[in-house]
């Protein structure tokens, strides 16, 4: 993997995580009216992934979508004015966070019904195979609350019949809102065995480790692209912040002390950017310019947000359903 591949990896992510500290501080102006979910601490594996995908190529998230609106090209300034419910937003300032949408860039959608974003990214890549592109692949990723929901055996299950060219990513941060796995799953089961016994394979990757991430996946979204089947994979992570809102939520202790720190340990940004850093493949001179180059990105597009009108009903309603 050569140093300009490293550097572009380690600066994607951390102008995703610059992106959302600015959520996270513009939020409690209560200007942004719709719930945020943040993925700070889980940026290795969109990033990761998204390096292998053409533009061709297709993808669906749930509610904590922000990364992989962005990992796939979505527009920022799109995303930050759907967040302040604007019209120039990326779902004309009717959806919020939770539906990101980018058709330009193959966002197809993100919904926050839990799991529901499964069914249709099954139905996208059928839909890619009858019409024939079958070079093009999409990409479904859900957290590990989503793998009990029934539909997850379904798309599993139709995908695997009709050998569709499906990417299953299951970001596992071992939590649904305050609930531990181990709480809610028998602890034999095996997210990557339930996709075998569904015929489809699986593999799992650190999902702190991007170079991993982006090596293991181009092996795998090969394999789909030329065999077309479909694959799953599952990735351990941590989300650093409170399930849902700008905040923490540790005084509440639902995770305990011992285990954020050996996660906060395992931070995908600062582990490669110290890396880098030790190899001399970055300096603290490119790491000061990056930022400021993405400083100003953000605060373009939080003033294009505000500035932007809000929907006017009756004029989304003749360009959109009447015309
Ligand atoms: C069908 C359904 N049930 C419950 C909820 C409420 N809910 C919203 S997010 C969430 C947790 C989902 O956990 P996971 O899929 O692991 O994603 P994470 O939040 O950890 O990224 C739940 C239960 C919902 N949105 N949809």
Request: aromatic content about 8%.
């Amino acid at each position: 993997m050569n140093k300009k591949l490293k550097t572009k990896l380690l600066f994607e992510m951390i102008r995703m995580r610059e992106i959302e500290y600015k959520i996270q501080r513009e939020y409690s102006k209560e200007q942004m009216r719709c719930p945020i979910h943040l993925s700070v601490g889980q940026e290795a594996i969109p990033v990761g992934i998204s390096n292998n995908l053409k533009k061709s190529d297709k993808i669906l998230s749930a509610h904590r979508s922000h990364f992989h609106y962005l990992a796939k090209g979505g527009s920022l300034k799109s995303m930050i004015a759907e967040l302040y419910g604007k019209e120039s937003g990326c779902a004309m300032g009717l959806g919020g966070s939770m539906h990101l949408i980018d058709i330009k860039s193959n966002v197809v959608a993100a919904v926050p019904i839990v799991g529901s974003t499964m069914p249709i990214g099954v139905g996208v890549a059928w839909s890619q195979k009858l019409n024939g592109y079958n070079k093009d692949i999409t990409v479904i990723y859900f957290g590990d609350g989503a793998t009990e929901e029934g539909v997850f055996h379904e798309s599993l299950d139709f995908a695997s019949l009709f050998n569709l060219n499906i990417l299953f990513v299951c970001e596992n941060n071992f939590y649904s809102v305050y609930s531990n796995i181990s709480k809610r799953q028998n602890k034999n089961r095996s997210i990557i065995k339930i996709a075998k016994a569904h015929g489809i394979n699986s593999t799992k990757i650190d999902g702190n480790n991007c170079e991993e991430i982006y090596k293991k996946s181009k092996s795998i979204i090969n394999q789909i692209r030329t065999k077309n089947i479909p694959h799953l994979i599952e990735l351990d992570t941590f989300r650093h912040l409170e399930h849902c809102g700008p905040n923490e939520d540790d005084y509440l202790n639902y995770r305990d002390a011992k285990e954020i720190k050996i996660w906060t340990k395992k931070d995908p940004i600062k582990n490669y950017q110290k890396r880098l850093l030790n190899e001399k493949i970055i300096s603290n001179q490119d790491l000061e310019n990056i930022l400021k180059k993405i400083h100003k990105e953000i605060n373009q597009a939080f003033t294009f947000a505000k500035n932007s009108p809000y929907p006017n009903k009756k004029s989304l309603l003749y360009k959109y359903i009447y015309a």
